[in-house]
Nanobody, 126 residues
């Protein structure tokens, strides 16, 4: 499975971005997938995850601002990010594991995923 992110860029505070992740192969519909981010000098942290049966988990600091969604017909994962702040600046990664479902908390556990994209940079300036 290969994952390729796109949609990053530079925006001002309060702006929006929509990240996309394209997955190869024919197992995507059986995968749990998620978004993670890593800022310089910080650990990679979970942002949002979604299972193939529709369970969703958001990190507390993005609830109400970010929306994760998936389109299995297109092998695609999305992250709509609104009301962005400078603290959201980071490299954003798409991650996946071929397993239809898991506990919601696991969806934000970076150690649980075994497929990763190369990342797309998001920079929010004031």
């Amino acid at each position: 499975v290969q994952l390729v992110e796109s949609g990053g860029g530079s925006v001002q505070v309060g702006g929006s971005l929509r990240l996309s992740c394209a997955a190869s192969g024919d197992t995507y519909s059986d995968m749990c997938v998620g978004w993670f981010r890593q800022a310089p000098g910080k650990e990679r942290e979970g942002v949002a995850g979604i299972s193939s049966d529709g369970q969703i988990k958001y990190a507390e600091h993005v609830k109400g601002r970010f929306t994760i969604s998936r389109d299995d017909a297109k092998n695609a994962l999305y992250l709509q990010m609104d009301s962005l702040t400078p603290e959201d600046s980071a490299m954003y990664y798409c991650a996946g594991r071929v397993l239809p479902s898991t506990a919601r908390l696991t969806l934000l556990d970076r150690a649980w995923y075994n497929y990763w994209g190369q990342g797309t940079q998001v920079t929010v300036s004031s």
